[in-house]
């Protein structure tokens, strides 16, 4: 670099460095300034108030502002005693900052000018990692690469982005200065809930209290949800009740078995998908059960049906029993069925075809690890008499022989006579249609058997035998007939 100096009036043979601090400030282009020290010969005067500055003072400021506009108008910069040419490397614009859903691609771009015979790199400042210098690619991670880069446009390619990649990136020339900016990048991931933090499935006591906990992670910070999964609201006993509450932690004091039931935590921070986790509360408590109907009337030999109803967790064991504490199982004109949803049960006992040892009272019982319980229901009668539109007694199930005996009978009823038995004239049969025919002659009167003998009721006649009586009622008629003729 060729140094630029002047001549002063006060020292005629030396030489004085433009920039000094009293004579200009350094201007945008140059990173530092340099101060030099005045001697011992020539030590500055105070400046006094009312006293003129001096002529040196003046000549030399001027001459500062006059070589500064020279050093913008040809192109340097006088610092350091020195022109600084002002086509060295410099950045076209700054590294924008940039975000990114994990999984997909990114570009940053990189414009500089007046690159010359100087070198781009690329560096990731969070680990301090050299990723590219100028078209060579350092680092051994494949997912980073540079893109349509020319000597003015450098891009780094970053593909399929990881949570790892977030941070700040550097791109740097290595000019002299160096000169570098840098851009952030921000990468988005959805939510994912913590089962090792979370709970899953909770058993407390009725009467205590009880928190569900669910964390999750993600970038932005995952937002907290919670509901009930049937859609009911969560009642937290202090006169709130909601359908959905914004928390890591759901606090619910003194439980009851009206909260039980499946919760669902629901996490979600803008960036799809949001995931949600099904977490079971369970409220333990000892059996409870109430009847509708304690005293119920029935005719003799219709059917009843008993009905209790019970509330336990753990899950009761249900029976019913007689009044001699006999337990009551399904068979016979007994049938017993127990429907179970959730902590309750519906129990019914069904009584078919009453009978007069069947009037007593029945027991109700469930029972489960934290106590039992109990009731009864009485079955009395009612007089048919007293009935209004009393129903049929429904009928008694026959027994296996007897229908076994009703098969066999129609069996052998739809059974094929003989066709030999159908044509073979009934000796019995001839001898009453010659006495009747005799009669018809003397008395001169129809026949009074003329007409087709009528089957007997409850008796299934073929074709065949149909056919043959015809056969034989018309042959008789027409013998009838030529007697009379």
């Not at 988005?188 to 933090?197: C, G, K, L, M």
């Not at 914004?246 to 803008?270: D, F, K, Q, T």
């Amino acid at each position: 670099m060729m140094a630029l100096s002047v001549r002063t009036p006060e020292s005629s043979g030396a030489r004085r460095s433009v920039g000094g601090a009293k004579l200009n400030k350094a201007t945008p282009t140059s990173a530092t300034t340099t101060h030099t020290r005045p001697s011992a010969q020539h030590k500055p005067r105070p400046h006094l108030r009312g006293e003129r500055p001096s002529m040196t003072l003046v000549l030399t400021y001027v001459v500062g502002l006059t070589l500064m506009a020279l050093s913008a108008a040809l192109g340097v910069d006088a610092t350091d005693g020195g022109l600084v040419d002002n086509s060295a490397p410099r950045f076209l614009e700054p590294i924008p900052n940039k975000t990114v859903v994990v999984g997909r691609d990114v570009i940053l771009p990189c414009s500089v000018d007046n690159l010359k015979g100087y070198k781009v790199a690329w560096v990731f400042v969070e680990t301090q990692t050299i990723l590219t210098i100028h078209h060579t690619i350092i680092t051994k991670n494949p997912r980073f690469s540079l893109a349509r880069n020319d000597h003015k446009h450098w891009y780094l390619k970053i593909s399929d982005v990881r949570s790892s990649d977030r941070g700040q990136y550097m791109c740097q020339v290595n000019s002299d200065p160096m000169i570098n900016q840098v851009g952030y990048l921000d990468v988005q991931v959805p939510p994912d809930i913590i089962d090792e933090e979370s709970s899953s499935e909770v058993t407390v006591k009725e009467g205590h209290d009880v928190t569900l906990v669910c964390r999750a992670r993600g970038s932005p910070k995952p937002v907290i949800s919670w509901k009930r999964e049937d859609g009911g609201r969560i009642d937290l006993n202090n006169g709130i009740n909601l359908r959905v509450t914004n928390s890591e932690v759901l606090h619910i004091p003194s439980v009851s078995r009206l909260h039980m039931g499946a919760y669902l935590c629901i996490a979600s921070n803008e960036v799809p998908p949001s995931v949600s986790k099904r977490i079971m509360l369970n409220v333990q408590f000892q059996p409870v059960l109430w009847i509708p109907n304690q005293l119920v009337g029935v005719a003799l030999g219709m059917s009843v049906t008993l009905e209790c109803h019970t509330e336990a967790f753990p899950r009761s064991i249900n029976y019913w029993t007689d009044d001699k504490g006999k337990m009551i199982l399904s068979s016979g004109r007994f049938d017993t069925v127990v429907t179970e949803n959730s902590y309750r049960a519906y129990m019914r006992l069904k009584i078919k075809n009453v009978q007069p040892e069947d009037y007593m009272s029945y027991g109700c019982y469930a029972k489960n690890s934290l106590g039992e319980t109990n009731g009864s229901i009485k079955v009395y009668e009612i007089p048919r008499e007293l009935m209004v539109n009393p129903p049929e007694p429904e009928p008694t199930q026959p027994d296996e022989d007897h229908v076994k005996l009703e098969r066999e009978n129609q069996t052998k009823n739809l059974r094929p006579k003989d066709p030999e038995d159908q044509t073979r004239p009934d000796r019995r049969g001839e001898g009453h249609r010659s006495g009747i025919s005799e009669n018809h002659s003397l008395h001169n009167t129809p026949p009074t058997s003329s007409a087709p003998p009528r089957p007997r009721p409850g008796h299934a006649l073929n074709a065949g035998l149909v056919s043959g009586l015809l056969a034989a009622w018309l042959l008789h008629a027409l013998a009838a007939a030529r007697q009379r003729v």
